[in-house]
């Protein structure tokens, strides 16, 4: 039978990119997405599953802004995201399209406050300038 996450993850895959984090290179994502990196100690902390669930109702907002989330509940893998950002149990982490981290919260986020501190990016300002002006 499948973990929560599991089912969570399956349902989220078809709106989103959802990527365990073990063999990610964050430098693939440049200028092209904005990584959200989501850590735990377990796939059954329960900040882990309620992040999940939070990010499944409102996928499409994510779609827009580019968000690519990644994984990792697993710290005994030692994954490149893990020792790049080093979190501490629960850890949400959201990269901009430049690689810079641009937040991290010790809880989970809604896509509402996701998308609005997303929308207060100065790459963000401009893309949402270029699209009017078309």
């Given amino acids: 039978m499948p973990t ?20 990610q290179e964050l430098s693939e994502y440049l200028w092209k997405n904005r990584p959200l990196v989501i850590f735990a100690d377990t796939p059954l902390d329960p900040h882990f599953i309620r992040q999940m669930e939070l990010l499944s109702q409102d996928t499409e907002e994510l779609e827009e ?13 030692n994954s490149a995201l893990r020792e790049t950002l ?18 991290r919260k010790p809880r989970p986020w ?9 929308d207060k990016f100065p790459l963000r300002i401009d893309e949402l300038r270029q699209k009017r002006e078309r």
């Fill in 110 to 118: 809604t896509v509402r406050e996701l998308s609005r501190a997303i």
């Fill in 4 to 23: 929560p996450q599991r089912l969570v993850l399956t349902f989220l895959a078809a709106a989103l990119i959802i990527t365990p984090a073990t063999a």
């Fill in 65 to 77: 802004r580019d968000v690519v989330i990644l994984t990792d509940s697993d710290p005994a893998a």
């Fill in 86 to 103: 080093r979190p501490r149990g629960f850890m949400l982490a959201l990269l901009g399209k430049d690689g810079k981290v641009k937040l």
